[in-house]
């Protein structure tokens, strides 16, 4: 079964500029490096929710895991969590379509 990686965050006041550089330049490549196929990305205009929401899917929930268990990974991460707060991460299992 496909596995899901789902991050949302907040985009840091005052980083805006660099952030979307960062995202598209590197972040986003690199995820797609990592063997992720991008299914989701979503950015909240109205209401209490993350601003942004970036979905990404593996062939299985193991290969997302060992994705995310690498030193790359981990360094990649750092420059987002430069441009972001409230950052949160979870993995499950692929329905296709709209998760949360």
């Known amino acids: 079964m496909a596995g899901k990686l789902i991050m949302t965050w907040d985009i840091a006041p005052e980083k805006e500029q660099e952030y979307f550089e960062f995202v598209v330049r590197e972040f986003l490549p690199d995820v797609q490096r990592f063997g992720f196929t991008l299914s989701d990305a979503w950015v909240t205009v109205y209401g ?37 707060t409230n950052f949160q991460a979870k993995i499950v299992r692929s329905k296709g379509g709209f998760q949360f």
């Not at 601003?51 to 299985?60: F, K, R």
């Not at 060992?66 to 991460?77: H, I, R």
């Open 48 to 84: 209490d929710r993350p601003q942004i929401m970036v979905s990404a899917v593996m062939p299985s929930i193991k290969k997302v895991e060992q994705a995310m268990e690498s030193e790359k990974w981990q360094s990649m991460l750092d420059k987002l969590l430069g441009f972001v």
